[in-house]
C-alpha cells in the first residue's frame, strides 16, 4: 500500500527531553512537511522539505528540528527548547505538479508531555 | 499571522441540510485552494479544490464557490449525512510554492 506512515501513534515525552517523531513515505513525492495542530489554530507549518538533503523553516520552527537524508524519510525532533511541546503532529508529502500543492497526510502522532 | 480566515468554528446541522463554510484571505498571489476534510485521531485527507479561473466546482455533494473579487471562497455540503460529521480545513497556496496555508478549521456535527 501507498500512503504515509507516521510512528508512533501516542508518544509521551518528560520535560527537558528530546523526542523524535518518524514520518516515511512510499509515494516517491519529492516534498515532506511537518505540520503542528492545536484545537482552534487549524495546522501550522513547522518545518517543509522540497528535495533531499535541503529544508525550509515554517512558520513555527523555533524548538524544532528535522533532516532530510533520503526520500522517503523526514524525522522530526521536538527538542527541549520547545515550550509547549504537546500537541497532534502531522507529516505530509506531495508530488511536484508544478503549482497544485496537494498534502497527503499521515495518520499523524500525539505527542505529550509529562 | 493566519493567511486564511475561516469560519464558523463549529456548525449543527440535521441530516439532509446544507452545511456551509466560508474562508477569506489577503495574498492575491494564491492561485489554488483546497479543502481537507478530517476524522478524529486521522489526518486530512483532500476533499475537493479549485483554481481562480473558475467560479465554482462540484463534486458529488461538496460545492466550492469562489468570489476573487471579495476574496473568499466557500463549501456548501448538500443533503448533510452522519458520515459527513469531520472537521474540515479551507487552504491556499500560490504557484511554484509547495506550502499550504490552512484555515483554523470548522468542526461538522451532522444529527441524524
Known amino acids: 500500500d501507498g500512503g504515509i506512515t507516521q510512528s508512533p501513534k501516542y508518544l509521551f515525552r518528560k520535560e527537558g527531553q528530546n523526542v523524535t517523531l518518524s514520518c516515511e513515505q512510499n509515494?516517491?513525492?519529492?516534498?515532506m512537511y511537518w505540520y503542528r495542530q492545536d484545537p482552534g489554530q487549524g495546522l501550522r507549518l513547522i518545518y517543509y522539505?522540497?528535495?533531499?538533503?535541503?529544508?525550509q523553516k515554517g512558520d513555527i520552527a523555533e524548538g524544532y528540528s528535522v533532516s532530510r537524508e533520503k526520500k522517503e524519510s523526514f524525522p522530526l525532533t521536538v527538542t527541549s527548547a520547545q515550550k509547549n511541546p504537546t500537541a497532534f503532529y502531522l507529516c505530509?508529502?506531495?508530488?511536484?505538479?508544478?503549482?497544485?500543492?496537494?498534502?497527503?497526510f499521515g495518520q499523524g502522532t500525539r505527542l505529550t508531555v509529562v | 499571522q493566519q493567511q486564511v480566515k475561516q469560519s464558523p468554528q463549529s456548525l449543527i446541522v440535521q441530516k439532509g441540510g446544507i452545511s456551509i463554510i466560508n474562508c477569506a484571505y489577503e495574498?492575491?498571489?494564491?492561485?489554488?485552494f483546497p479543502w481537507y476534510q478530517q476524522f478524529p485521531g486521522k489526518g486530512p485527507a483532500l476533499l475537493i479544490a479549485?483554481?481562480?479561473?473558475?467560479s465554482e466546482k462540484k463534486e458529488g455533494r461538496f460545492t466550492i464557490s469562489f468570489n476573487k473579487s471579495a476574496k473568499q471562497f466557500s463549501l456548501h455540503i448538500m443533503d448533510s449525512q452522519p458520515g459527513d460529521s469531520a472537521t474540515y480545513f479551507c487552504?491556499?497556496?500560490?504557484?511554484?510554492?509547495?506550502?499550504?496555508?490552512f484555515g483554523a478549521g470548522t468542526t461538522v456535527t451532522v444529527r441524524a
Open positions: 509515494l516517491n513525492h519529492d516534498a
Open positions: 487552504a491556499a497556496s500560490m504557484g511554484g510554492d509547495y506550502k499550504l496555508s
Open positions: 495574498n492575491t498571489a494564491f492561485d489554488y
Open positions: 505530509a508529502s506531495s508530488p511536484d505538479r508544478g503549482g497544485d500543492t496537494e498534502a497527503f
Open positions: 522539505s522540497q528535495i533531499v538533503n535541503d529544508f
Open positions: 479549485i483554481r481562480p479561473d473558475v
